[in-house]
Structure formats: structure tokens, C-alpha cells
């Protein structure tokens, strides 16, 4: 008995160096040699600073910004330490109330925009409540009040769109999208 509780012991302190140690370290210089920015949490930077994550969503209610998919999160919008849904279904009331009031923001900020072509996911939280990015659509539908905020015309914000814009992930998943960050900054970059 002595005997098998010392080789247990054996293989718990072997495989607590190899599991808890070696291969976190080996796993470490791999991210930092070949994926530097990405295992370093992909940080945009602008003029030499940080200017947050692009895998992480931000706030923005500016007009003269475009505007984000909702955060379901708390206790405040983007929080990447809760990362959390809504959990509320199609036929919930207080989700209808929540679209609706964000179907109202969006119109109240530009009357020019008519309520029936609202994308969805201008109005509706993503899973994690974290989605840094918005289909070319939301964009789209979000230019003609950037471009009168800004000076710029349609036609500007809308190449700008497109130059930001990300394709398919390996071409086949996903829908093409806009970093709603990386847009923001490109258009702050404009003179």
C-alpha cells in the first residue's frame, strides 16, 4: 500500500510540473513568438495610444460616431468582465420594449432614416454582449448621420466603410463586418 501511495504521489508532483508549469510556459512562448498581438489581447492603437481591444465593443453615442451593436452587460455597457446575453426571447415584452426605445434613438438621431430599415443588430444585443463589430448594413445605414456630423459627404463615409470593412472569416464563415472601433478612429484620422 506504502508503495502505490508513493508512485501516486510521484506522478501528482510530475504531472502538476508538466501540466501547471511546463506547459503553460511552452504554450506562453509559442503566443508571444508567433502571435505577439493577438496573446496580447489585439490592442488598436492611434497617434502612439491605446485605444482599447478590437475584439471587444465599446460605447459609443455620439452622433458623430457609429454606433455599436447594444451590450447586454453589467453593471455598465461593454464590460468585458460579464460578459453576458440578455436571455430575453423573441416574444418577451421587455424585449420588444428594448428594441423598440433603440429603434427610437436610432430614428430621433437621424430623420432621415426611415424605422421599417433598421438592421437588426443595431437594435439587438450579440451573445456575449461584446461585439465589437456591426454588419455593412448597420454601417450603411449609419453614414448619412456621420457624414452631416462630420462635414464629410456619403459618398466619403461610405468608402471609408469599405475600406475598413472585414471579409468573411476563411472566406466561408461569418458575414462580412465592420470594427466599429477601427471606423471611428479612421474617420477621427480624416482632416
Same mark, same amino acid.
Do not use: C
Given at each position: 500500500?506504502? %508503495?502505490?501511495? %508513493?508512485?501516486?504521489? $510521484? ?14 510556459? $511552452? ?15 489585439? &490592442?488598436?492603437? /492611434? ?21 455599436? %451593436?447594444? *451590450?447586454?452587460? !453589467? ?5 468585458? /468582465?460579464?460578459?453576458?446575453? !440578455? ?5 418577451? @415584452? /421587455? ?5 423598440? #426605445? ?6 430621433? *438621431?437621424? =430623420?432621415?432614416?426611415? %424605422? ?5 443588430? =443595431?437594435?439587438?444585443? *450579440?451573445?456575449?454582449?461584446?461585439? @465589437?463589430?456591426? !454588419?455593412? #448594413? ?14 464629410? !459627404? ?17 472566406? &466561408?464563415?461569418?458575414? @462580412? ?7 471611428? =478612429? ?6
Amino acid at each position: 500500500m506504502g %508503495r502505490q501511495i %508513493r508512485s501516486g504521489l $510521484v506522478l501528482l508532483g510530475l504531472f502538476t510540473v508538466i501540466t501547471g508549469i511546463v506547459y503553460p510556459l $511552452v504554450v506562453t512562448g509559442i503566443a508571444q513568438a508567433f502571435f505577439h498581438r493577438q496573446a496580447n489581447g489585439s &490592442i488598436i492603437t /492611434a497617434n502612439g495610444e491605446s485605444n482599447g481591444s478590437e475584439l471587444i465593443g465599446q460605447p459609443f453615442s455620439a452622433p458623430k460616431y457609429f454606433w455599436g %451593436r447594444p *451590450s447586454a452587460t !453589467s453593471p455598465f455597457p461593454y464590460n468585458a /468582465a460579464s460578459s453576458a446575453g !440578455s436571455n430575453y426571447g423573441p416574444f418577451n @415584452p /421587455a424585449f420588444r420594449e428594448a428594441v423598440q #426605445a433603440r429603434v427610437e434613438a436610432l430614428t430621433g *438621431s437621424d =430623420l432621415d432614416n426611415d %424605422r421599417a430599415g433598421v438592421p437588426v443588430d =443595431l437594435v439587438t444585443s *450579440s451573445a456575449s454582449g461584446l461585439d @465589437p463589430h456591426i !454588419s455593412i #448594413a448597420a454601417a450603411r445605414y449609419q453614414a448619412p448621420r456621420v457624414a452631416r456630423y462630420r462635414g464629410l !459627404s456619403v459618398e466619403q463615409v461610405n468608402l471609408l466603410i469599405d475600406h475598413i470593412a472585414e471579409d468573411r472569416q476563411f472566406g &466561408i464563415f461569418g458575414e @462580412p463586418r465592420v470594427n466599429v472601433l477601427q471606423l471611428n =478612429l479612421a474617420l477621427d484620422q480624416l482632416k
